[in-house]
């Protein structure tokens, strides 16, 4: 059982464009939502975080937009660069100090010159 | 401050044998968690440990087990190895008190044959 949907597996944009990420969960219990973003070879890196008591998080040219009801958030990244190409990963946990992250499957972002 | 460690990188190992990987968490940190990311899965939660006991267990079967020393460095064995078994092997470390952010190592490739 998914309990994070992420889509879509792969994207690709041009220099400047707005790429979208989407990721649903199932359990309402969740209620820590990371973004994470991952170079070949190296581990996920924290990117932006946040909180079902807020609709919407802005850190630099990433945004994170939240919808509880629908049970949805989203990654946008602004002004995108070449060097943003990575495979980025939404993931979501329970309860403070609940360290069990249940990630989405992933998406592959080529962002062309 | 030093990121997570994890030796070693890279893993060799054949059907039936044992494994032993390591991760030193950031200084200061005392939750480790390990998670096993393969292209067909993803990222999958395996374990966490706190304060040497561990916390909570991901639906992976006992051939998988870890533990914490008292420094919160932490090791995770896999027995009687299977050709399923080859993933990268992430640990991720965090505060433990609350605090969500969880900063990943490197990982080890672990390859069986």
């Known amino acids: 059982q998914q309990q994070v949907k992420q889509s879509p597996q792969s994207l690709i944009v041009q220099k400047g464009g707005i790429p979208i990420i989407n990721c649903a969960y199932e359990n309402t219990a969740f209620d820590y939502f990371p973004w994470y973003q991952q170079f070949p070879g190296k581990g996920p890196a924290l990117l932006i975080a946040?909180?079902?008591?807020?609709s919407e998080k802005k850190e630099g040219r990433f945004t994170i937009s939240f919808n509880k009801s629908a049970k949805q958030f989203s990654l946008h990244i602004m002004d995108s660069q070449p060097g943003d190409s990575a495979t980025y990963f939404c993931?979501?946990?329970?309860?403070?100090?609940?360290?069990?992250?249940?990630f989405g499957k992933g998406t592959k972002l080529s962002v062309i010159p | 401050k030093a990121g997570v460690t994890q030796t070693p990188r890279y893993l060799i190992k054949t059907r039936g044998q044992q494994v032993t990987l390591s991760c030193s968490p950031i200084?200061?940190?005392?939750?480790v968690s390990w998670y096993q990311q393969t292209p067909g899965q993803g990222l999958q939660f395996l374990f966490e440990?706190?304060?040497?006991?561990?916390?909570n267990k991901g639906n992976f079967p006992g051939r998988f087990s870890g533990r914490q020393f008292s420094n919160s460095r932490s090791e995770m064995n896999v027995s009687t190895l299977e050709l399923g078994d080859s993933a990268l092997y992430l640990c991720a470390s965090s505060l433990g008190y609350n605090a969500d952010t969880q900063y990943f190592g490197p990982g080890t490739r672990l390859t069986v044959l």
């Open positions: 946040i909180r079902p008591d807020v």
């Open positions: 993931a979501a946990s329970k309860g403070a100090g609940s360290y069990q992250l249940t």
């Open positions: 200084s200061g940190h005392r939750s």
């Open positions: 440990y706190f304060s040497e006991t561990q916390r």
